[in-house]
């Protein structure tokens, strides 16, 4: 696995051999940080695949991904189009795109560290006593009022004795804790996805959209992006 930097380290590598850039200009040659975040959010690039400490980790699709989505765009296609045609693309139909040279494709195989696990003090057995303490009774301290009769520890070894009951009273039974309270159901979650509209306008909705979907959705908004146009709502650049 690799961090967002290494990944992007790899993503300029393989466009150095082959990319002539976007033809009008207005796109980056290599996606930044910030890009790769907002594909991520619209569906053209998947999630990181884990996680360490803070850091994301990105694999060998993510790097077939973004080297594919900078080929499109040198041929002139925009974003809505590319995120049509690589939705649910296949690690071959990426491959076959992006041409990315096989060894920029090796992953180390690392796994992520395992954090740092601190012991719990609090939870380690007290230690036995020791020495000529092993054993002894806990005498009470000079001065203070002798315990009754029979209240005192018994020696190592002895079965300990019950103190005597008094004549007609019973011993009280100790009081139930009180039960924990039940804490409530945290609330039901689920994922958003997102929907490149041309002028930068992204769709957010709760299901998980195809390639058809998108494409009847992005027909579908367009009165509302002349609308968003007309009022100069919309991004005249697209994000790279």
Request: aromatic share 4%; hydrophobic share 45%.
């Given at each position: 696995?690799w961090?967002?930097?290494?990944?992007l380290?790899?993503?300029?590598?393989?466009?150095?051999?082959?990319?002539?850039?976007?033809?009008?200009g207005?796109?980056?040659?290599?996606p930044?940080?910030?890009?790769?975040r907002w594909y991520a959010?619209?569906g053209?690039?998947?999630?990181?695949?884990a996680m360490?400490?803070?850091?994301?980790?990105y694999?060998r699709?993510?790097?077939?991904?973004?080297?594919?989505?900078?080929r499109?765009q040198?041929q002139?296609?925009?974003?809505?189009d590319?995120q049509?045609?690589?939705?649910?693309?296949t690690?071959?139909?990426?491959a076959?795109i992006a041409?990315v040279?096989?060894?920029?494709?090796?992953d180390s195989?690392?796994?992520?560290?395992?954090?740092e696990?601190r012991?719990?003090f609090?939870?380690a057995?007290?230690?036995p006593?020791?020495?000529?303490s092993?054993?002894a009774?806990i005498l009470?301290?000079?001065g203070?009022?002798?315990?009754?009769a029979g209240?005192?520890?018994?020696?190592?070894?002895?079965?300990?004795t019950a103190?005597?009951?008094?004549?007609?009273?019973s011993?009280a039974s100790?009081?139930a804790?009180?039960?924990?309270?039940t804490?409530?159901?945290?609330p039901?979650?689920f994922?958003?996805?997102g929907v490149a509209?041309?002028?930068?306008?992204?769709?957010?909705?709760?299901?998980?959209?195809?390639?058809?979907?998108?494409a009847?959705?992005?027909?579908?908004?367009?009165?509302?992006l002349?609308?968003?146009?007309?009022?100069?709502?919309?991004?005249?650049?697209?994000?790279s």
């Amino acid at each position: 696995m690799w961090t967002l930097d290494e990944l992007l380290d790899r993503v300029s590598a393989a466009l150095t051999a082959e990319y002539s850039g976007a033809p009008n200009g207005r796109v980056r040659d290599v996606p930044d940080k910030r890009a790769v975040r907002w594909y991520a959010t619209t569906g053209l690039v998947d999630r990181p695949s884990a996680m360490r400490g803070r850091s994301a980790l990105y694999e060998r699709r993510h790097l077939l991904q973004l080297v594919a989505v900078k080929r499109l765009q040198s041929q002139g296609r925009t974003l809505a189009d590319i995120q049509a045609e690589l939705t649910g693309a296949t690690d071959t139909t990426l491959a076959a795109i992006a041409r990315v040279p096989e060894h920029l494709l090796v992953d180390s195989g690392d796994a992520p560290p395992p954090e740092e696990v601190r012991p719990r003090f609090w939870a380690a057995p007290a230690a036995p006593p020791t020495g000529a303490s092993a054993g002894a009774p806990i005498l009470p301290p000079a001065g203070a009022a002798s315990p009754p009769a029979g209240a005192l520890p018994a020696a190592a070894g002895a079965a300990p004795t019950a103190p005597p009951a008094l004549s007609g009273t019973s011993p009280a039974s100790p009081a139930a804790p009180p039960a924990a309270p039940t804490p409530p159901a945290p609330p039901e979650a689920f994922a958003l996805n997102g929907v490149a509209l041309p002028g930068g306008a992204v769709l957010l909705i709760p299901g998980t959209p195809t390639a058809a979907d998108r494409a009847e959705i992005a027909a579908a908004a367009r009165p509302l992006l002349d609308l968003l146009q007309t009022r100069g709502l919309l991004n005249e650049r697209e994000p790279s």
